[in-house]
Protein backbone atom coordinates (compact mmCIF):
# COMPACT_ATOMS: atom_id res chain seq x y z
CA UNK A 1 0.00 0.00 0.00
CA UNK A 2 1.22 3.45 -0.77
CA UNK A 3 1.25 5.90 1.85
CA UNK A 4 0.79 9.40 1.17
CA UNK A 5 2.81 12.09 2.94
CA UNK A 6 -0.38 12.75 5.30
CA UNK A 7 -0.02 9.09 6.88
CA UNK A 8 2.87 8.40 6.37
CA UNK A 9 3.99 7.70 10.12
CA UNK A 10 0.34 7.30 11.27
CA UNK A 11 -1.97 4.96 10.59
CA UNK A 12 -4.52 5.86 7.76
CA UNK A 13 -8.71 6.73 8.49
CA UNK A 14 -11.01 4.06 8.26
CA UNK A 15 -12.61 4.11 4.72
CA UNK A 16 -16.42 5.41 4.99
CA UNK A 17 -17.00 4.10 1.55
CA UNK A 18 -14.76 0.74 1.55
CA UNK A 19 -14.19 -0.98 -1.17
CA UNK A 20 -17.27 -3.60 -1.97
CA UNK A 21 -17.44 -6.57 -4.15
CA UNK A 22 -21.25 -6.62 -3.87
CA UNK A 23 -22.10 -3.74 -5.22
CA UNK A 24 -24.92 -2.93 -7.93
CA UNK A 25 -24.03 -3.67 -11.43
CA UNK A 26 -22.77 -0.54 -13.06
CA UNK A 27 -19.78 0.58 -15.49
CA UNK A 28 -17.77 4.01 -14.89
CA UNK A 29 -18.00 5.68 -18.35
CA UNK A 30 -14.72 7.50 -17.80
CA UNK A 31 -12.56 4.33 -17.53
CA UNK A 32 -14.96 1.48 -18.23
CA UNK A 33 -14.24 -0.45 -15.06
CA UNK A 34 -17.27 -2.26 -13.84
CA UNK A 35 -18.77 -1.87 -10.45
CA UNK A 36 -17.10 -4.46 -7.51
CA UNK A 37 -13.97 -5.67 -10.29
CA UNK A 38 -10.39 -5.17 -9.54
CA UNK A 39 -10.47 -2.42 -12.03
CA UNK A 40 -12.92 -0.64 -10.20
CA UNK A 41 -10.97 -0.66 -7.06
CA UNK A 42 -7.53 0.40 -8.63
CA UNK A 43 -9.31 3.34 -10.90
CA UNK A 44 -12.02 5.13 -7.99
CA UNK A 45 -10.39 3.89 -4.21
CA UNK A 46 -7.69 5.73 -2.91
CA UNK A 47 -4.18 3.56 -2.64
CA UNK A 48 -3.32 4.94 0.63
CA UNK A 49 -6.34 4.83 3.06
CA UNK A 50 -9.00 2.75 0.30
CA UNK A 51 -11.47 5.31 0.46
CA UNK A 52 -13.30 6.01 -2.52
CA UNK A 53 -12.30 9.03 -4.53
CA UNK A 54 -14.11 11.77 -3.92
CA UNK A 55 -13.82 13.20 -7.76
CA UNK A 56 -11.45 11.84 -10.54
CA UNK A 57 -10.69 8.53 -11.64
CA UNK A 58 -7.24 6.79 -11.76
CA UNK A 59 -7.94 5.09 -14.92
CA UNK A 60 -8.20 7.92 -17.05
CA UNK A 61 -4.68 9.37 -16.79
CA UNK A 62 -6.39 12.58 -17.00
CA UNK A 63 -6.55 14.21 -13.24
CA UNK A 64 -5.83 14.67 -10.80
CA UNK A 65 -7.82 12.54 -8.45
CA UNK A 66 -8.90 13.55 -4.95
CA UNK A 67 -8.98 11.75 -1.60
CA UNK A 68 -11.36 13.53 1.08
CA UNK A 69 -8.73 11.68 3.60
CA UNK A 70 -4.97 12.18 1.48
CA UNK A 71 -5.41 14.65 -0.68
CA UNK A 72 -5.23 15.01 -4.36
CA UNK A 73 -3.31 12.14 -6.67
CA UNK A 74 -1.85 12.28 -9.84
CA UNK A 75 -3.49 9.94 -12.24
CA UNK A 76 -0.29 8.83 -14.27
CA UNK A 77 2.19 8.28 -11.95
CA UNK A 78 -0.23 7.49 -8.69
CA UNK A 79 1.63 9.82 -6.58
CA UNK A 80 0.17 12.19 -4.25
CA UNK A 81 0.87 15.56 -4.83
CA UNK A 82 0.77 18.62 -2.18
CA UNK A 83 -2.41 20.72 -2.27
CA UNK A 84 -1.96 23.92 -4.23
CA UNK A 85 -0.77 27.21 -2.25
CA UNK A 86 -2.55 29.66 -4.49
CA UNK A 87 -0.82 32.49 -2.24
CA UNK A 88 2.94 31.03 -3.90
CA UNK A 89 1.65 30.83 -7.12
CA UNK A 90 0.04 34.23 -7.21
CA UNK A 91 3.06 35.64 -6.29
CA UNK A 92 5.37 34.39 -8.40
CA UNK A 93 2.81 35.04 -11.45
CA UNK A 94 1.49 31.29 -12.21
CA UNK A 95 -2.01 31.94 -10.94
CA UNK A 96 -3.86 32.07 -14.54
CA UNK A 97 -6.35 35.45 -13.91
CA UNK A 98 -9.85 35.16 -13.71
CA UNK A 99 -11.97 35.82 -16.67
CA UNK A 100 -13.12 39.04 -14.85
CA UNK A 101 -9.82 40.26 -14.31
CA UNK A 102 -9.05 39.92 -17.72
CA UNK A 103 -12.20 41.66 -18.98
CA UNK A 104 -11.72 44.50 -16.33
CA UNK A 105 -8.36 45.11 -17.08
CA UNK A 106 -9.44 45.05 -20.73
CA UNK A 107 -11.98 47.83 -20.06
CA UNK A 108 -9.61 49.93 -18.55
CA UNK A 109 -7.52 50.26 -21.38
CA UNK A 110 -10.73 50.25 -23.98
CA UNK A 111 -13.10 53.04 -22.31
CA UNK A 112 -10.66 54.03 -19.18
CA UNK A 113 -10.40 53.54 -15.34
CA UNK A 114 -13.66 55.42 -14.27
CA UNK A 115 -15.94 53.77 -17.04
CA UNK A 116 -14.55 50.54 -16.27
CA UNK A 117 -14.89 50.73 -12.38
CA UNK A 118 -18.81 50.71 -12.89
CA UNK A 119 -18.71 47.70 -15.19
CA UNK A 120 -19.63 44.36 -13.42
CA UNK A 121 -19.21 41.22 -15.20
CA UNK A 122 -22.34 39.01 -14.59
CA UNK A 123 -21.21 35.90 -16.65
CA UNK A 124 -19.36 34.07 -19.04
CA UNK A 125 -19.24 31.28 -21.61
CA UNK A 126 -16.87 29.60 -24.01
CA UNK A 127 -16.97 32.54 -26.53
CA UNK A 128 -18.06 35.89 -24.14
CA UNK A 129 -18.05 37.87 -21.08
CA UNK A 130 -21.53 39.68 -20.19
CA UNK A 131 -22.07 42.16 -17.89
CA UNK A 132 -23.75 45.64 -17.38
CA UNK A 133 -22.03 49.17 -17.23
CA UNK A 134 -24.67 50.85 -14.33
CA UNK A 135 -24.70 54.47 -13.01
CA UNK A 136 -27.55 55.44 -10.54
CA UNK A 137 -30.19 52.86 -11.88
CA UNK A 138 -28.89 53.40 -15.50
CA UNK A 139 -27.49 50.80 -17.22
CA UNK A 140 -25.81 49.63 -20.66
CA UNK A 141 -25.22 45.78 -21.20
CA UNK A 142 -22.37 44.66 -22.40
CA UNK A 143 -19.75 41.62 -23.74
CA UNK A 144 -16.44 40.94 -24.55
CA UNK A 145 -15.57 38.03 -27.08
CA UNK A 146 -13.32 36.44 -25.37
CA UNK A 147 -11.47 34.64 -28.42
CA UNK A 148 -11.53 38.87 -30.61
CA UNK A 149 -10.96 40.77 -27.09
CA UNK A 150 -13.43 43.35 -28.96
CA UNK A 151 -16.44 44.98 -26.72
CA UNK A 152 -20.10 45.48 -28.18
CA UNK A 153 -22.85 47.04 -26.45
CA UNK A 154 -26.52 46.38 -26.91
CA UNK A 155 -29.38 48.74 -27.42
CA UNK A 156 -32.77 47.82 -27.60
CA UNK A 157 -34.67 46.40 -31.15
CA UNK A 158 -36.94 49.30 -33.04
CA UNK A 159 -39.23 46.70 -34.05
CA UNK A 160 -43.09 46.88 -32.69
CA UNK A 161 -43.40 44.97 -29.58
CA UNK A 162 -40.09 43.05 -29.84
CA UNK A 163 -38.22 43.35 -26.65
CA UNK A 164 -34.81 41.93 -28.30
CA UNK A 165 -31.40 43.73 -28.43
CA UNK A 166 -28.96 44.60 -30.89
CA UNK A 167 -25.08 44.26 -30.66
CA UNK A 168 -22.43 47.11 -31.84
CA UNK A 169 -19.21 47.17 -31.82
CA UNK A 170 -17.74 49.62 -29.18
CA UNK A 171 -14.03 50.84 -29.49
CA UNK A 172 -14.12 53.39 -26.65
CA UNK A 173 -15.45 55.78 -24.20
CA UNK A 174 -17.15 58.20 -27.02
CA UNK A 175 -18.44 55.20 -29.62
CA UNK A 176 -20.32 53.78 -26.08
CA UNK A 177 -21.39 57.87 -25.39
CA UNK A 178 -22.68 57.95 -29.06
CA UNK A 179 -24.44 54.78 -29.22
CA UNK A 180 -26.11 55.46 -25.73
CA UNK A 181 -27.38 59.29 -26.87
CA UNK A 182 -27.90 58.57 -30.53
CA UNK A 183 -28.53 54.58 -30.83
CA UNK A 184 -26.64 52.06 -32.66
CA UNK A 185 -25.15 52.69 -36.66
CA UNK A 186 -26.22 51.19 -39.51
CA UNK A 187 -23.77 48.88 -39.43
CA UNK A 188 -24.74 46.78 -35.95
CA UNK A 189 -25.99 42.92 -35.43
CA UNK A 190 -29.59 41.91 -36.34
CA UNK A 191 -32.25 41.69 -33.43
CA UNK A 192 -31.20 38.74 -31.53
CA UNK A 193 -34.81 38.01 -30.93
CA UNK A 194 -36.74 39.18 -34.29
CA UNK A 195 -33.47 39.16 -36.48
CA UNK A 196 -33.17 36.21 -39.38
CA UNK A 197 -30.18 34.13 -37.73
CA UNK A 198 -32.65 34.20 -33.96
CA UNK A 199 -36.17 33.23 -36.33
CA UNK A 200 -33.80 30.53 -38.30
CA UNK A 201 -33.06 28.71 -34.87
CA UNK A 202 -36.66 28.90 -33.96
CA UNK A 203 -37.23 27.26 -37.05
CA UNK A 204 -34.75 24.27 -36.30
Not at 107 to 112: K, L, W
Not at 141 to 154: D, N, P, S, W, Y
Request: proline letters at 7%; hydrophobic letters at 30%; one cysteine or more.
Amino acid sequence: MTACPIHAHTASPRPQRPFRRDQQPGTCKNCMNRLGTDGDRHAHYCPCCGERLSSGCLGTRRGPARCPHCGRIDVGTLAFMPEPDPLAMLLSGSLEPSAEFTASQLARAVFGDQVAFHISWSWQDREMHCGQLSVRGHEIRLRLHRATQVFEAASSCTADQCRGRRWSIVADSAQLLALHTHGPRSATSPCDRCGPTARSRRAV
